[in-house]
Nanobody
């Protein structure tokens, strides 16, 4: 059974950093095609960062230069390093994977490109 489990969320002050993780089980993440999404209360879920099959990454404009997505194949784990956090980064963060097909770079931040989702980890940034 394929499963994604996020961890590492928490509370931090503005300007601080957090690294959240997504451990995959039941499949091997070497094919990339994974992403991070977030949903704040009352808002739509939005794509934050993604990594596609050739290793290319894509970021939402709001996090460019502050967030970094990476994949540790040996640990079968996806990471999101978040620096210079802002209160508007407060949200539930979800990781997602596309299994069985590829995700094009131009669509990598779209929810409907992914078929496996984790349960989420909460990030709260105070001012």
């Amino acid at each position: 059974q394929v499963q994604l489990v996020e961890s590492g969320g928490g509370s931090v002050q503005a300007g601080g950093s957090l690294r959240i993780s997504c451990a995959a089980s039941g499949y091997t993440v070497t094919s990339n095609n994974m992403g991070w999404f977030r949903q704040a209360p009352g808002k739509e879920r939005e794509g934050v960062a993604a990594i596609v099959a050739d290793g290319s990454t894509k970021y939402a404009d709001s996090v460019k230069g502050r967030f970094t997505i990476s994949l540790d194949n040996a640990k079968n784990t996806l990471y999101l390093q978040m620096n210079s956090l802002k209160p508007e980064d407060t949200a539930m963060y979800y990781c997602a994977a596309a299994i069985g097909y590829g995700v094009p770079w131009y669509g990598a931040l779209s929810n409907n490109r992914y078929n496996i989702w984790g349960q989420g980890t909460q990030v709260a940034v105070s001012s």
